[in-house]
């Protein structure tokens, strides 16, 4: 079992900057390939960011450039560093985290319970 809890959420001004923190506990985190999702109202949730064990990174189209994901092994987090938000920013952010057994076809998905991040004037 892995718990993740998020934080950092809230409301920002278009143009700021919002740092996102996962933690996890429950299991070991560095055999978790960790993601940022986020689902707005009225839409399907989307993968934002994701970083595997190895280290390597991948962005939905819409954040390149504006936000970064990271990951601290030793602190069991990963992090989200938002900016240059936008209103379309809007949504609950999730946290979630993948173990995949390859030779087994096993796998494990656990999610955090979101955070709101609102981007608005």
């Known amino acids: 079992q892995v718990q993740l809890v998020e934080s950092g959420g809230g409301l920002v001004q278009p143009g700021g900057s919002l740092r996102l923190s996962c933690a996890a506990s429950?299991?070991?985190?560095?055999?978790?390939?960790m993601g940022w999702y986020r689902q707005a109202p009225g839409k399907q949730r989307e993968l934002v960011a994701a970083?595997?064990?190895?280290?390597?990174?991948n962005y939905v189209d819409s954040v390149k450039g504006r936000f970064t994901i990271s990951r601290d092994n030793a602190k069991n987090t990963v992090y989200l560093q938002m900016n240059t938000l936008k209103p379309e920013d809007t949504a609950v952010y999730y946290c979630?985290?993948?173990?995949?057994?390859?030779?087994?076809?096993?796998?494990?998905?656990?999610w955090g319970q979101g955070t709101q991040v609102t981007v608005s004037s």
């Open positions: 979630n985290a993948d173990r995949r057994w390859p030779l087994t076809n096993g796998r494990r998905v656990y």
């Open positions: 429950g299991s070991i985190f560095s055999d978790y390939a």
């Open positions: 970083i595997t064990t190895g280290g390597s990174i």
